[in-house]
């Protein structure tokens, strides 16, 4: 199984922007799928996850801005960022897991993923 991301890019305060997730291998509907970033000198953390079912889960700081879902047609996992803030700032990598049937809750802590994808740099300026 591999992971694509795309989509990342120098953004304004208030800009919007969406991430692809390109994953190729069987059973993409089955899978359930997570957006984590890394801002410098930080730790990775959980930005928002979906299961198999679509249901959704985010972070707090997201809620009400970013948008996780999944076309299982196109094998894409997407996050629309809207009003987004300089401390959006990170590297957003995408992560996969066979596993998709639990609630999307669960799947807030990055062990709980088999698959990892490269990671995309978004930058928000003020």
């Known amino acids: 199984v591999q992971l694509q991301a795309s989509g990342g890019g120098l953004v304004q305060a208030g800009d919007s922007l969406r991430l692809s997730c390109a994953v190729s291998?069987?059973?993409?509907?089955?899978?359930?799928l997570g957006w984590f970033r890394q801002a410098p000198g930080k730790e990775r953390e959980f930005v928002a996850s979906?299961?198999?079912?679509?249901?959704?889960y985010y972070t707090d700081s997201v809620k009400g801005r970013f948008i996780i879902y999944r076309i299982n047609a196109e094998r894409t996992l997407y996050l629309q960022m809207n009003n987004m803030n300089p401390e959006d700032t990170a590297v957003y990598f995408c992560?996969?897991?066979?596993?998709?049937?639990?609630?999307?809750?669960?799947?807030?802590?990055?062990?709980?993923?088999?698959?990892w994808g490269q990671g995309t740099q978004v930058t928000v300026s003020s």
């Open positions: 992560a996969a897991d066979p596993t998709g049937m639990c609630r999307a809750a669960y799947y807030v802590d990055a062990d709980k993923y088999a698959y």
């Open positions: 291998g069987p059973t993409f509907e089955h899978y359930a």
């Open positions: 979906i299961n198999l079912g679509s249901s959704t």
